[in-house]
């Protein structure tokens, strides 16, 4: 196989520097017109007709020669089966990244509190799991085990009552790896559909297929666009974009790591993006020579070599400061500060997914086994939005309890608000409250 890479190279000292990053970084979804209605007719279809529609659309999309709802369900015994199917290496190494993706999770969770005033009155939060959570997983080519237990385990972690998986299987071939994770991860229903038909069997239940509280889980265009226009029925983690990844490197690094690291998201799709900056100018043309030196290794060398092309880049800055700023304005999904105190420069960054801090911290690491949570957010919005964690699967209510010296002491305050406000009930309800012998003074 033949490849030719052509990286985008820019310098931050360019004129034109914030106009050509801007262009780079832009991504704009491909859920067109056509693909909207098909998901608002399959969304309708699913809402009318239940667990039919689901059965009819897992066989025209699908090919799954499937004749009713119960040929679409895997029980407990199955996934425990699953188990047996994986050699014992895989088996070790889901378990083991299980362990360690729930020992982290476990430090996210919130307890309720409360705390009481002089007066007697008690303010707080309550904290309680969601009932249900629904987990969208990949079938076919795009079958990511790991995310099967990023997904799950959090939920898990969180108390959430009951986590119903939906897979789609392709010519009914089943990956046995997935099916093994969710039994390591306490999956408590698995449904063979995927889709948009199985985004709105969660949102809205069907005969078989539970409603649920909140729809996790990456997707191709079809679930993301179903997730939005179920938004509001049922809560979801996030509308997640191309896999992206900036290194920030001083230059002291093996450029064939950096090369390699670069890969490891380009490989994901065409459109994913691998950045590279560096204060370094003869580092960037290392890690050049690299890529090209590497690419032809690669089984997935045409999706790298489409992505290093169309949305890669290398990035000439003046200093470590300013890749530092760089890295900001970017708000990377994946950052990796691989250099040589990564300490000394966390506190500057304020937006990215996640930190991967050092020479040896490759992101891969952290997609499987590192601990923290692998689905984080992209395309910038890592500048308002977090990891996937325990926190999306709680829920927060707020305590309030008055005293009877408290209610009156507020209802002064309410009532003033309320009035100036022109709601007087709100000022009446408050004011019933206040005391007597208050009211006089």
């Known amino acids: 196989m033949t490849v030719s890479t052509a990286i985008a190279r820019l310098n931050a000292a360019d004129p034109d520097f914030a106009r050509h990053l801007d262009h780079l970084l832009s991504w704009e979804s491909v859920s067109d017109d056509a693909v909207n209605q098909r998901v608002l007719d399959i969304i309708k279809a699913v809402r009318e007709r239940g667990d039919a529609a689901l059965v009819e659309f897992t066989q025209r999309f699908d090919g799954v020669q499937a004749t009713s709802i119960n040929d679409l369900i895997l029980g407990r015994e199955r996934l425990e089966l699953a188990l047996t199917r994986i050699t014992p290496a895989q088996r070790e190494a889901l378990e083991k990244a299980a362990e360690r ?21 008690v303010l707080g ?57 969710a039994c390591i991860a306490g999956v408590d229903r698995v449904f063979t559909v995927g889709g948009a038909q199985a985004v709105a069997a969660l949102a809205y239940g069907t005969e078989s297929v539970p409603q649920v509280d909140k729809i996790v889980g990456p997707g191709n265009i079809y679930v ?34 950096i090369a390699m690291d670069l890969f490891s998201q380009a490989e994901h799709d065409e ?63 994946h950052l990796e500060l691989s250099v040589a105190d990564p300490q000394a420069w966390l506190p500057q960054i304020r937006h990215a997914g996640a930190i991967f801090m050092g020479r040896h911290t490759s992101e891969a690491l952290g997609d499987y086994c590192a601990g923290p949570n692998h689905v984080l957010p992209t395309s910038g919005t890592a500048r308002f939005s977090s990891p996937l964690g325990v926190y999306d699967f709680q829920k927060r209510s707020s305590i309030i309890f008055c005293s009877e010296q408290g209610a009156s002491e507020l209802g002064h305050t309410a009532s003033v608000l309320a009035r100036g406000e022109s709601l007087t009930a709100h000022a009446r309800s408050a004011e019933y409250r206040i005391l007597t012998e208050t009211k006089g003074n």
């Open 101 to 121: 993706v729930r020992i982290y999770h476990e430090r996210q969770k919130q307890d309720s509190w409360q705390y009481t005033e002089a007066d007697g009155t």
């Open 271 to 333: 459109d994913a993006q691998a950045i590279l900056v560096s204060p370094d100018a003869e580092f960037l043309d290392r890690v050049a020579a690299s890529i090209d030196k590497l690419m032809p290794t690669m089984e997935r060398a045409e999706i790298i070599e489409k992505s290093i092309n169309g949305r890669g880049a290398l990035i000439q800055v003046r200093d470590m400061q300013q890749a530092i700023e760089v890295a900001n304005r970017i708000a990377p999904e």
């Open 224 to 257: 993301a666009t179903a997730k939005r226009h179920v938004f509001g029925q049922v809560g979801i983690d996030m509308i997640a974009g191309p896999s992206e990844i900036l290194v920030v490197c001083d230059g002291q690094t093996d450029p064939d790591w």
């Open 125 to 181: 939060q309550k904290v309680t799991p969601l009932d249900r959570a629904g987990l969208y997983v990949p079938g076919g080519k795009a079958s990511y085990p790991s995310s099967v237990l990023m997904n799950a385990i959090p939920a898990k972690v969180a108390g959430v009552g009951e986590v119903v998986m939906v897979v789609p299987t392709p010519r009914g071939e089943l990956n046995e790896l997935v099916l093994a994770a």
